[in-house]
């Protein structure tokens, strides 16, 4: 019914102005990337520019992801901020992001995200004439506290190059590489993978066989393990000798490189 209303009344004032908006958006869409525990607060702002005088029955909410119910809720003229859902008590409704009347509280001042609050939150600035969205991902990841790849000979003349990694958040990508001296990598596609989620983060088991004859001679077998829209890159090799037909069985390792890590902070 309420929503019926403002329609009718959005749709009355477009005819009366020839449409103009009176709520201007001009910043593109936020992407705020954190490590895990390594800030103490972060501040999602909602960027917009009201017309003169047009400020009657201004509402700011903010959404985390499709639930339709805001998670944060400011009414300049009426009511104070109030966080909800999601980041009830995780928030500073005290915060402050301009002087202004119509502005002060139309900001986020999350405090220590943890990965959990990771989503896009779209912010909806709405007045009796006019409603406009803006959106800003959030990514507060858990970088995997090792990679680890090994190979496996389950089969005479086979291999089974495996590749593990636990505790990250969000989902991350993983694709082996098979390295050959003289050629380029290869990434090996049609691998089976297997996902499966504890407290809260990722665990990926990836495995590919492959037959000695394709190989030629000692291979690097590469897992590379990135999240999506971070820095984020850890790598990890193991070598492997494919048995020779009447040598001796194939030798198995396990190596673990150091992962680079790289951290990118985005302004703020
Ligand atoms: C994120 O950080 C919080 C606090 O530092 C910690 O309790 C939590 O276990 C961390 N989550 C992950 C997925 O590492």
Redesign the pocket.
Known sequence: MKIWHSYLIYTSVALLTGGTESIQVEEPPGLKVFE??TVNDIVLDCPFVLEEGDSAGLVIKWFHLTNPVAVYQWIPSGSAPQATGILEGRVDLEYQVSQDNYHRHRALRIL?P??ELTGQYTCSISSFNDEKLYKQNLIIY?EPQEVKVWTEQRDEQEVTVVCEVN?V?PQPRLYLLQVSPAAESVVLSDGKKVITQS???YNLLMERTMSDHDLAGATVFQCVVTIPDTQVQVIAATKYHPTKTGGSAAHSAVSVVAGIALLVLWRV
């Open positions: 895990n525990g220590q943890t990965t858990s505790h958040f407290q809260g983060t």
